[in-house]
C-alpha cells in the first residue's frame, strides 16, 4: 500500500527566509506527486504536480519541488517567503491508472516577521 | 466561471439525524470524490466515483453514502451510523484517465453536531 510521510507537523520561517517543507512516498508503481496548500476554512489548491520529464518542477506562487527517485522524496521550496504564504501544506502521491490519491498529514508553515 | 462548488459551508446534525452535503462540478470532469479531514489527519477518502452511477467504497465509508446520477453532481450522505461525524469534508473531481490526472478541490463543508 502507499503512504506519504510528511516529517515536520509546523515549521516557522522567518519572511524573506528559504523554506523546505519534506515528503518522503512508499508506492510501488512510478509514482505521480503533487505538492497542495489549504488556508484555514478554505478547499485545497494545487501548487504544483510531477508526472514525468524533469525532475524539478515549477508551481505557483513561486514554489518548485524535486524528485529524488533513490530517496522516494518529493521536497517543496521557496527561495524567499512571504506572509501569506502562512498555511497549511499537504503531499500526495498517485499512480497511472489509479485515480486516487494518498495524502500525507500535512506541514504547518508558520511565518516570522 | 468553472469549478467546484459546495453547499453549505457549515451543516448542523442532531443525534440520529441524517444529513447531506451537496458538490456540484461544472468542469465536465468524469471522476468525483469526497475526503473528510480531521486535524492532524490529512485527508481520507471516504468515496469515489469515476462514472454516473457506479461508485466505490474508500478508506473510511462506514457511516456514509452516495449516489452519482448526474456527471455534475456527487452528493454525500453522513447517516446516523457515522458516531463521530464532526469534521471538515472536501469534494473534489478530475478528468479520469487523463494522462496528467490531476484533482481539483472544492470549499468544503464544515459538520458539526449538536
Known amino acids: 500500500a502507499q503512504s506519504v510521510t510528511q516529517p515536520d507537523i509546523h515549521i516557522t520561517v522567518s519572511e524573506g527566509a528559504s523554506l523546505e517543507l519534506r515528503c518522503n512516498y512508499s508506492y510501488g508503481a512510478t509514482p505521480y506527486l503533487f505538492w497542495y496548500v489549504q488556508s484555514p476554512g478554505q478547499g485545497l489548491q494545487l501548487l504544483l504536480k510531477?508526472?514525468?520529464?524533469?525532475?524539478l518542477v515549477q508551481g505557483i506562487k513561486g514554489f518548485e519541488a524535486e524528485f529524488k527517485r533513490s530517496q522516494s522524496s518529493f521536497n517543496l521550496r521557496k527561495p524567499s517567503v512571504h506572509w501569506s504564504d502562512a498555511a497549511e501544506y499537504f503531499c500526495a502521491v498517485g499512480a497511472v491508472g489509479y485515480s486516487t490519491l494518498t495524502f500525507g498529514k500535512g506541514t504547518m508553515l508558520l511565518v516570522s516577521p | 466561471d468553472g469549478g467546484i462548488t459546495q453547499s453549505p459551508k457549515y451543516l448542523f446534525r442532531k443525534e440520529g439525524q441524517n444529513v447531506t452535503l451537496s458538490c456540484e462540478q461544472n468542469?465536465?470532469?468524469?471522476?468525483m470524490y469526497w475526503y473528510r479531514q480531521d486535524p492532524g489527519q490529512g485527508l481520507r477518502l471516504i468515496y469515489y466515483?469515476?462514472?454516473?452511477?457506479?461508485?466505490q467504497k474508500g478508506d473510511i465509508a462506514e457511516g456514509y453514502s452516495v449516489s452519482r446520477e448526474k456527471k455534475e453532481s456527487f452528493p454525500l450522505t453522513v447517516t446516523s451510523a457515522q458516531k463521530n461525524p464532526t469534521a471538515f469534508y472536501l469534494c473534489?473531481?478530475?478528468?479520469?484517465?487523463?494522462?496528467?490526472?490531476?484533482?481539483?478541490f472544492g470549499p468544503g463543508t464544515r459538520l458539526l453536531v449538536l
Open positions: 468542469l465536465n470532469h468524469d471522476a
Open positions: 473534489a473531481s478530475s478528468i479520469w484517465r487523463d494522462t496528467q490526472e490531476t484533482q481539483y
Open positions: 466515483s469515476q462514472i454516473v452511477n457506479d461508485f
Open positions: 510531477y508526472f514525468s520529464g524533469d525532475t
